[in-house]
């Protein structure tokens, strides 16, 4: 009842159109986050220099990426990976566009989500101005407006090597019960294997075309790994470099609101931001349940997101022996565990592989919370979260702690 109660209070407190704010409690130092490099992760051990070597391979994989795309990538001052060039603009007046216009920024794209009375503007940079400057300029001339880099969000798992099939893994038959509808913001996904058999695939992204990939794949079989689902796949990628980027994220969740999607699940992670930041809020606000991994940053890494905001179902990862993995973050953003190792998932080549990490941990806890809540509704969410954390299985302290939140969800699920 505490649980169900702090809750309530929580997203009572939230408006739809107030930006959310962190506990005070939580860090606010975001790192950027990347998926890990196999031959590196399998060196991870519990010796000194684990760490490091986390944070080691995050920064390499980032340092990469932007090389291979310096012309559409960059850092921004903490690191992250952003678009070049684009700024993300929300809290939009009557007089905000002549503002921007002065300062030489055109308007790219617009999206605005029904329902939920949010707009995301992607404003191009002049020619002249750095996106750094860019950005600090816009702050300055429009205080009360809510500007911020487009940020690029990367999976937070894993693809290990393809197993054999087992038979405790084959690819279910229709299910006879009623199927879950549940919502997936990913990469894209092989609908023709035959995890998804007796399913309903309903697609969003890349203009129609299905462009799939071995992360968006893995993490979708787990989501109807148990029984025929309506899964709502968004393709936030396309097998573009700048893929993952927040105002394709942001159109995907305005397409799950659309939808009504009640529960949707996000695999991905990155540091904050606060336009970002608006329209989860706004989400939760609305009685969805946004289900997303910590992060593979470490255990003393600082939060990442969308796990770290306010409303977000987090979860972390543990192995088949329910020891929370090396790589997985911990803090006050952990509310479930479930397993993400020793664990497998379908692959692209229509056979199974062995996957590792928070990011396929997190479908687990959102195929159990979308039969609880079939449509957007606050109650049905407080009533859904409160019941999983009564059946969590309890591995650290009494209560909540920070590395396995209320406990162990889907045990014996796998």
């Given at each position: ?64 990426l932007i090389r291979a795309n310096h012309r559409l990538i960059e850092a ?339």
């Amino acid at each position: 009842m505490r649980f169900l109660l702090s809750m309530a209070a929580l997203v009572a407190a939230m408006t739809v159109e107030a930006q959310i704010r962190l506990p005070a409690q939580l860090p606010s130092l975001p790192l950027p986050a990347v998926q890990q490099n196999l031959g590196a992760l399998n060196a991870l051990n519990a010796n000194a220099g684990t760490l490091q070597t986390l944070s080691d391979v995050r920064r390499q994989a980032i340092s990469r990426l932007i090389r291979a795309n310096h012309r559409l990538i960059e850092a921004d001052p903490d690191g992250e990976p952003i678009v070049s060039g684009e700024i993300l603009a929300g809290a939009i007046d009557e007089e905000t566009p002549s503002r921007w216009a002065a300062l030489g920024f055109t308007v790219e794209h617009t999206e605005t989500v029904s329902g939920v009375n949010f707009r995301l503007v992607v404003l191009r940079v002049p020619e002249h101005l750095s996106t750094r400057k860019a950005l600090r300029e816009l702050r300055e001339a429009d205080p009360q407006g809510s500007y911020d880099y487009n940020h690029i969000y990367l999976a937070s798992g894993v693809d290990l090597t393809p197993v054999p099939v087992a038979e405790s893994i084959a690819p279910h038959e229709p299910s006879a019960s009623p199927r879950i509808r549940v919502g997936l913001v990913d990469a894209g996904l092989d609908d023709t294997h035959p995890a998804f058999r007796g399913s309903t695939i309903r697609s969003w992204g890349c203009a129609g075309k299905r462009l799939p990939s071995a992360h968006g794949t893995a993490v979708a079989s787990l989501l109807v790994a148990h029984g025929a689902a309506e899964l709502h796949a968004a393709d936030v990628y396309c097998g573009k470099p700048t893929g993952g980027s927040v105002n394709l994220i942001v159109a995907a969740l305005g397409w799950m609101a659309e939808e009504q999607v009640a529960v949707i699940n996000i695999s991905l992670v990155g540091p904050k931001n606060v336009l970002l930041e608006h329209i989860v809020g706004a989400l939760v606000a609305r009685g969805h349940l946004v289900v997303a991994a910590v992060g593979n940053d470490g255990p003393a890494a600082p939060p990442l997101y969308p796990a770290a905001y306010a409303g977000v179902v987090g979860v972390t990862a543990v192995d088949a022996h329910r020891r929370v993995l090396i790589e997985a973050e911990r803090g006050p953003q952990v509310m479930f565990a479930a397993q993400g190792a020793d664990l497998k998932a379908a692959d692209l080549a229509h056979g199974y592989a062995a996957v590792r990490g928070t990011s396929f941990a997190a479908p687990t806890v959102a195929a159990l919370l979308a039969p609880m809540v079939e449509a957007p509704d606050r109650q049905r969410s407080f009533d859904a979260l409160d019941t999983l954390a009564k059946q969590a299985v309890h591995l650290g302290s009494a209560g909540r702690d920070l590395t396995y939140g209320y406990g162990l969800v889907g045990a014996d699920s796998h």
